[in-house]
């Protein structure tokens, strides 16, 4: 093991790219990256309004979750046993699967838009996206993964313009600063002063 170690080199040891560096780092680029996020949030926000409120609402909210059990089965899996869980489980639990899928497109949508969790919500991107084209759906889902996947690597820069880079900057500017509380107690069992140290 160490002998192939020595031979191949130490993976953490290999420098990066400057201009992967320049990619995830630049303030030019967040530009870029936040555009890529927003959309897509827009995309998923359009998604899910349509199922919650909109054209798509009968086949999700109603009738037992329609829309998805007749996706399930009659979809073309990309795998047998894709399709054994799609009969066997989704089909029997379509009516709150259903709800599920739709509530989550919007939240995924509305935490893009906003920055928010948003490491999580391009995760989630992914799930959803893995489901549609295992059970036989193309469309869009290329873009929108390739979007998501981007904003994963890219995350320090794609949320910086958002709620996730202004809680960042908080921690950044208040990292220095504890807060003692009147009813906190010291190591000896005393009331604490209450201070801030900068």
């Not at 191949?8 to 995830?24: H, I, N």
């Not at 990256?33 to 927003?38: G, L, S, V």
């Not at 992914?126 to 489901?131: N, S, V």
Request: glycine share 10%.
């Amino acid at each position: 093991m160490s002998s192939a170690i020595d031979f191949l080199g130490e993976p953490a040891a290999r420098p990066t790219p400057r201009v992967w560096d320049w990619l995830r780092d630049s303030k030019l680029m967040a530009l870029g990256w936040t555009a890529m996020r927003i959309w897509l949030g827009v995309m998923w926000i359009q998604a899910g309004v349509a199922k919650l409120w909109g054209d798509e609402n009968p086949a999700f909210l109603h009738h037992n979750g329609a829309g998805v059990a007749g996706f399930a089965a009659h979809g073309s899996p990309a795998y047998s046993w894709w399709g054994h869980f799609l009969t066997g489980f989704v089909v029997p639990n379509a009516s709150w699967i259903a709800v599920l899928v739709a509530v989550s497109e919007l939240a995924i949508g509305i935490a893009l838009c906003l920055g928010l969790f948003t490491r999580l919500a391009a995760l989630g991107s992914l799930a959803l996206l893995f489901t549609y084209v295992m059970s036989g759906t193309a469309s869009v889902c290329a873009w929108y993964a390739l979007f998501a996947i981007v904003i994963l690597a890219m995350w320090r820069t794609a949320s910086w313009i958002g709620v996730d880079g202004l809680v960042a900057s908080y921690r950044q500017h208040h990292a220095g600063q504890h807060v003692h509380l009147p009813w906190s107690r010291g190591a000896a069992g005393t009331a604490g002063p209450v201070h801030k140290t900068a």
